[in-house]
C-alpha cells in the first residue's frame, strides 16, 4: 500500500484530530469531514498542512474561509480529512516483474452504512452523561425519521453508535453512556418515518452498534501470456442482527 495511506492513516490518529469540530467552523466546510483540527493550540497553518500531508488546495478546497496563503487563520475548527480524501487515497497498487503481473485493488465504502448492525437495546438518560453526544436532528426533530436514516447519517460522520429518541430525534457518538433500561419495553415510541418501528421514548434511546465490514479485494495475475481473475469478499462479524427496533413486547 502507497505511503501517502500509511501517513494519512497515522495522522488520523494523532491526538490533534477529533471526529467533531470543538469549536466554531465555517458552515461552508466540507460537507463529508470526518476529521478535525481544533486550533487552539497556536500552532500556524502551514504547520498544520505539513502535518497532515494536506496540498494549499485541498485545505482551501475543505476549509473555504482559509486561502491558498493560510489567511486568515483564526481561532476555529478546521477539516483536516474527507471521507472522498480517504477514498482517493486507497488505490491500486500494482508489482510487475518480466513474466508476472499481480493487480490487487481495495475498496473502502463509506456509505450507506455497514449492512449489519447491532442492537444494543433500550438505554436511559442520565442527567450527568448523555448516552450519545451528537443530535444530528434539527431543532423539533424529525419528521421523517428511521433507523436506518439515522444510521447512516451517524456512520457517515465516521461514529461507531447510532440512537433514536422519541420517535423523531437521531443521536450518534463515540461512546455509548448512560445505563440498560431494566424495563426494555418503555422504548416504544414509533418512528416518525416508519410507525412499524419504535425509536426510543421520553429520555430513552434505542442504540445501535455499527459492525465493520470487510473490504472486497480482486487480484488478477498474468503469466505466459494466460490471465486469472479471483475476487473475494471479506466476512462481516457481528452479534445479534438487527436493522431496526422492531416492536416486540412479547419477548420480554
Avoid at 1 to 16: E, P, T, V
Avoid at 78 to 107: A, F, G, R
Avoid at 127 to 145: F, R
Wanted: proline letters at 5%; one cysteine or more.
Amino acid at each position: 500500500m502507497k505511503s501517502s495511506l500509511l501517513f494519512l492513516l497515522a495522522a488520523l490518529q494523532r491526538a490533534c484530530g477529533t471526529p467533531t469540530p470543538t469549536l466554531q467552523w465555517d458552515p461552508d466546510t466540507a460537507k463529508d469531514c470526518v476529521d478535525w483540527y481544533n486550533n487552539s493550540e497556536g500552532e500556524s497553518c502551514e504547520d498544520v498542512r505539513s502535518l497532515f500531508g494536506i496540498t494549499p488546495a485541498e485545505f482551501h478546497e475543505w476549509n473555504p474561509s482559509v486561502g491558498l496563503d493560510c489567511q486568515p487563520w483564526d481561532y476555529q475548527s478546521y477539516c483536516i480529512v474527507t471521507l472522498e480524501k480517504i477514498n482517493n487515497t486507497i488505490t491500486t497498487t500494482t508489482s510487475s516483474s518480466s513474466t508476472t503481473t499481480v493487480s490487487s485493488t481495495s475498496v473502502f465504502t463509506p456509505g450507506p452504512s455497514p449492512t449489519t448492525w447491532t442492537d444494543m437495546g433500550c438505554y436511559v438518560e442520565d442527567s450527568a452523561l448523555p448516552i450519545l453526544e451528537k443530535n444530528l436532528s434539527p431543532e423539533g426533530g424529525d419528521s421523517a425519521l428511521t433507523v436506518l436514516k439515522c444510521e447512516d447519517a451517524c456512520y457517515l460522520k465516521a461514529y461507531s453508535f447510532a440512537g433514536v429518541q422519541e420517535g423523531n430525534q437521531c443521536w450518534c457518538g463515540s461512546y455509548v453512556g448512560g445505563e440498560w433500561a431494566s424495563n426494555q419495553t418503555l422504548c416504544n415510541t414509533p418512528c416518525a418515518g416508519d410507525s412499524k418501528v419504535f425509536c426510543g421514548g421520553k429520555g430513552l434511546v434505542n442504540v445501535f452498534k455499527a459492525e465493520q465490514n470487510a473490504a472486497s479485494t480482486t487480484a488478477t495475475t498474468t503469466s505466459g501470456g494466460a490471465s486469472s481473475t479471483t475476487s473475494a469478499t471479506g466476512s462481516t462479524i457481528s452479534e445479534t442482527q438487527s436493522s431496526g427496533a422492531i416492536k416486540r413486547l412479547a419477548m420480554f
